[in-house]
């Protein structure tokens, strides 16, 4: 009997090229910047610096949870004002499940805040243009 020699191995399928996995980075970095509210917006203002859309995410999140924390913590110096500075927290929390749904369905495009979003998009918009 001939001899045949076994066939030579074969490379491994690719898992998925280039263009999605820097798509899941940047889904995965946006859904990050507003997972911690603004401490991680903050970070991720800075990290991901190089992508438009990650960085006005992360000015977002800065933005937002920002303001409703120095607004709750305002008001929560004040103690006639305990109710508000409860239900501005339950906003906040509100916002914050709303970013992260919307953020895990989306492939890291700009995610407006509902309501609001019109009215801070220009400081938004300032924020991430301010970093280089």
């Known amino acids: 009997m001939s001899q045949i020699p076994p066939p030579p191995p ?3 399928a690719p898992m998925g090229g280039m263009p999605s996995a820097a ?3 940047k889904k995965t970095y946006s859904i990050l910047a507003y997972l911690l509210g603004w401490l991680t917006g903050l970070i991720f203002l800075f ?3 190089d992508d438009p859309d990650v960085k006005w995410n ?14 709750i913590l305002i008001v929560g110096f004040i103690p006639i004002l305990g109710i508000i500075s409860a239900l ?5 929390f509100i916002y914050w499940v709303i970013f992260l749904i919307q953020g895990l369905q989306g492939n890291g495009q700009r995610i407006p805040a ?3 979003g019109q009215y801070i998009n220009q ?8 970093v280089k």
Do not use: H, R
């Open 10 to 12: 074969q490379q491994p």
């Open 23 to 25: 798509g899941s980075n």
């Open 47 to 49: 990290v991901g610096k």
């Open 58 to 71: 992360a000015a977002n999140s800065v933005v937002v949870f920002g303001g409703l924390s120095v607004i």
């Open 88 to 92: 501005l927290t339950l906003v906040g």
């Open 114 to 116: 509902p309501l609001v």
């Open 123 to 130: 400081f938004v918009d300032q924020l991430a243009d301010s």
